[in-house]
RNA sequence: GCGCCCGUAGCUCAGAUGGACAGAGCAGGGGACUUCUAAUCCUCAGGUCGCAGGUUCGAUUCCUGCCGGGCGCGCCA
């Protein structure tokens, strides 16, 4: 059921080429519009924004310059759009056909053909860095996401941060950034000990304590730990290798998704370095610290909190807010230019306290970054299943991937926008994964490797692109493609900038669909001659922006899918209430 | 009580900076396989954009108030 690939995921974002774009039609045209509101005598349009319209009888960009400007210039919109109209038509553009005022006074541009064509040649001549901008050049990020206690392996739902915060770090480098994925370990501290308490009880033999960790997963570890080192363990040795162990299993998790940490960040050696108590030392000096019932406050109120947060508690240990803001300066002090942490909704009441402490710490204010998105809620049976590790009722991570490939389990997380609540129904992404979004995409793909291949066995060679008139690329499915490909770059930088990955996956999947309609309604191989050269080299457009648009996903862009016969029978999975 | 998020088609969800008759997938009806792999395509049907006001030439989008759901308001993380 999975796609035959290599098994080589896609290159990384990372290695994609910075290229020098040339100028693309958008900026052109708005340097047209410009240029034509100016003649007219208009007013500063401000930034002109320029769309695809929804309808196509509505041209290929659309302009609401017009209707902006009516006010500001005391004009009627149409008659201000007719001014700019007829500036714009004397400034002889290249691929200009006409241009329209409709409606209220938007400006509608249609363009020739030929404009689409020189996407292609961009495209082709870009390869993978097609899409990439440089809003981001000379920033370095540091994007904290998971970041699970190591009390246990990743569950389900944290498949979401995984999936969303390795694309997050793909979109950003397509826009220039450096960006530095960082996984911090809560390795001391309250669930360190509960962890310990549980696990020593289960090496014992004992009964667990009254709030222990009830996953049958440190049965087994307690086994494991057992043969390998026998029963003479102390609590903290024993604690040692179970956090080491459980280390390692989240670390297989992730490596069984694809993503790879640059730096798993121990809060433990923030301790043992004396990070946490330098940065006391730094408030306390700053008089933004003071006692009160027993604990020591930082004044977080006065930078934007609700309220006032504890630093030291009146037993002497530090609060998680006081090891966080030494964890954020440390980051800062590496180097890096913006911090970026993906939080899950739940700790949304934590953010205004961790950036009222890094003003105070560091004087940047709105830093660090918090991505919040909703949690997952998992579905089996058609009951929801509350995940508890202290009740040991989890669905693992694991679990989702013995079910299911890798690539089913990241566009599915990557299908939605991360304020919207996502439903992990089990059964239908296990027993229904064929009709997963992510094969339709993958199919895309594999059906330009497959026409590739079949052009090799034939003897077909495309030949240089420059010899290749592309004229004839008018089909309404051809010119479909090409304007998707034609935005591709304006999804990307949207994408990157709202931390919004699901827009990508919206525009692959929107592709994939015009591309399987293309490929339904226009031969390749079999088209009339002088269709052929085009249209492979069309296909080689649109593989480029799949592949691209895959590897930022996260997702392998296979060469070739399983046969549907060769599928074996899928049987739907029992499923048990509750379970 | 206060704060954040959500409420769009039967279901799951898209719909930046307000714009032209609201979109997709699934499910449902009807078609297309001697195929560059039908994991596909074509087509039909389906919506008071939670409700009520307000701002605007124009509101699913912005503002206010309700209603419904989730989460958070610790010297826990």
Redesign the pocket.
Known sequence: ?T??TSDVRPAAAESRQRVTRPPVIRDVLAAALRAAVTAAGLPDPGPI?L?V???R??GDW?T?VA??LAKPAGRPPRAVAEAIRDFLLGADLAHLSAVDI???G?L?ITLAPSWLHEVLRAVVAAGAGYGSGQALAGQKINLEFVSA?PTGPLHAGGGRWIATGDAIANLLVTQGAEVHREYYL?DT???LVTLRESLAARYHGRDLPEDGYRGAYLGDLAVAIREEHGGDLDDDELLELGVARIVAGIRDDLARVGVTFDTWFSERVLHERGDVAAVLAVLRDRGLTYER???EWLRTEDFGDTRDR?LV???GTT??LCNDLAYHRDKYERGFTHLINIWG??????VKSLQAGVEALTGRTGEPEII?G?LVKLIRGGVEIKLSKRAGNIVTLADILDEVDADVARMTFL???L?????FDLDVVTAQS??N?V??VQ?AH??IA??GR?AAGAGIVRVPLDDVDLASLTHERETDLLRRLAVYPDVLA?AAAAR?P??LT?WV?DFA?AF??F????????AEPALVQPRLWLAEACRIGFADALAILGVHAPD?????DD?PESEPPVSEPGA
């Open positions: 059921m796609p035959v924004v769309e319209p929804r309808q009888e509505h659309s609401n209707l902006q409709a409606g209220p938007f509608n206690n809560n501290g309250n669930q019932d027993g604990a504890v508690r009146g037993d609060t998680y909704s739940d700790h949304h009441g934590q919040l909703q299908l939605q926008s304020d919207t609540k996502q439903t064929m009709e979004p094969y339709y199919m594999a059906r497959s026409i079949r949207e919004a699901h827009k919206h999947h669909g399987h309609g490929y339904g309604a226009c031969r390749v191989l079999d070739e899918m399983a046969r549907v599928l």
